[in-house]
């Protein structure tokens, strides 16, 4: 339950600090497990780890959101875990020292477990790439509410000084600093201060929460698309997949759903061997008389659900596969939706000895094609990527182009466009 506005203000900041740790403290011992294991979903799921080396954590107290669970999957994915430990030297302020199995910890004087210190273990909070913090409460501006000792306040206005000192490494990621918490800590309203340090985002158990001026990076917003694609997964189902970036994130979560549906068609070589390596089976699409859905990207779409696909030189089979669905889902991030298709090259498949011939028809319709050096299809054929189109009319140009003779298929998805278009943004994933 949220405090309502005119209270969260009114309160002072001890009083809602013993109002929220109340709150934490009434979770039930199953309650605090399941949100740890979950934390865990939600960071995978919004792809928070993705070019990730290096992470700050820190050791649950008091009814704090367990990191356990967290923590255990960074060190199976060779990320690197770092816990806070009081300064020794500069008063009120936090150093980050590597934090493995064969770390000895000790309680500091607050009573809580840090590090040994070990400078050989420290790492220069500008070599973080993401801080995870404790907080008591937070509210939807991003403000938060710690312990009141401002250990982590002083040291993240630290950080964000040396950034701007006029011989900083300007060309350097700033570390992104997200909260953990409980549901229950989630306030309307909280009070803030000039030296509060707002946070980027907070991670929920069931949510993750992204603050005004903070955004999802595209490959975090490729994953969400493809997670919500598994929604439209049913149990004892055939999946059509196709091919991508955004496409392997829905391979590595179908994974997880592997022993509930029967297997899936692939479009591609590429996506058949990932695929493969989760475990998944994989019929030729001959073995198969229908798929209920099909799931791939796009290189640009519009409003009516045209597209352009094929920069991954798989065309010709997403077509056939996507023909043969009941549900042709679309997953992309905001960046492929456009009013006009066009911007990107549209790729014809050519069979090789008509490459030329090919060519210099499309010449004719207004393109500029340009042969892809080096690379052949699954199928044998070559690519020729056509510039400076203008694609009024989508469903008439690709019959126009299927129709000269040497031409396998062209990219333009328009007589069978998407039925679903499932889009990353800011601000979660949008249906149309």
């Not at 060190?75 to 000895?104: K, M, N």
């Not at 973080?128 to 206005?157: E, K, S």
């Not at 549901?183 to 949510?207: C, E, F, G, H, K």
């Not at 490459?355 to 690379?375: F, H, N």
């Amino acid at each position: 339950m949220n405090l309502n506005s005119s209270a969260t203000k009114n309160g002072s900041r001890a009083q809602l600090r013993q109002l929220y740790k109340n709150k934490r403290s009434e979770l039930s011992a199953f309650e605090q497990k399941k949100a740890a294991r979950n934390i865990v979903t939600r960071a995978v799921e919004n792809a928070l780890f993705v070019k990730v080396k290096r992470v700050a954590l820190y050791a649950s107290v008091n009814g704090e959101l367990n990191t356990q669970y967290l923590i255990a999957y960074l060190w199976a994915q060779a990320i690197e875990v770092y816990l806070p430990v009081v300064h020794p030297f500069s008063a009120g302020h936090l150093i980050f020292l590597r934090y493995t199995g064969d770390t000895i910890m000790r309680p500091n004087r607050f009573g809580i477990l840090e590090p040994e210190l070990d400078v050989n273990t420290l790492c220069p909070l500008n070599e973080l790439d993401l801080i995870f913090t404790p907080l008591v409460a937070f509210d939807t501006n991003g403000n938060r509410l710690g312990m009141g000792g401002g250990f982590y306040d002083r040291t993240l206005q630290s950080m964000r000084a040396n950034e701007r000192l006029p011989n900083a490494n300007l060309s350097a990621k700033q570390a992104k600093i997200i909260g953990l918490a409980h549901d229950v800590q989630r306030a309307s309203l909280l009070p803030a201060q000039d030296w509060d340090i707002p946070l980027s985002a907070v991670l929920s158990p069931t949510t993750f929460y992204l603050f005004k001026g903070s955004s999802m990076n595209q490959d975090q917003k490729k994953k969400a698309a493809a997670i919500a694609a598994i929604e439209y997964v049913t149990t004892g189902s055939i999946v059509g997949v196709g091919t991508g970036s955004t496409v392997n994130f829905f391979i590595d979560a179908l994974a997880k759903l592997k022993h509930d549906i029967v297997g899936v068609v692939s479009s591609s070589d590429a996506s058949t061997a990932r695929l493969k390596k989760h475990g998944i089976t994989v019929f030729d699409l001959n073995e198969v008389n229908a798929l209920d859905i099909y799931v791939d990207g796009a290189d640009e779409i519009t409003e009516y659900k045209h597209m352009i696909k094929g920069g991954g030189a798989a065309l010709t089979r997403e077509k056939i596969v996507a023909a043969v669905a009941n549900t042709f889902i679309c997953i992309i991030d905001d960046t492929k939706l456009v009013s006009m298709l066009g911007k990107f090259p549209l790729p014809v498949e050519v069979i090789p000895l008509a490459r030329s011939y090919v060519a210099r028809e499309i010449v004719k319709l207004g393109g500029d094609p340009m042969y892809r050096q080096g690379i052949v299809t699954d199928n044998g054929n070559h690519i020729l990527d056509v510039y400076n189109l203008e694609i009024l009319d989508p469903p008439g140009l690709e019959a126009t182009l299927n129709q000269i003779v040497g031409v396998v298929t062209n990219g333009l998805f328009a007589h069978r466009g998407a039925d679903i278009v499932l889009t990353g943004t800011h601000d979660g994933v949008k249906k149309a």
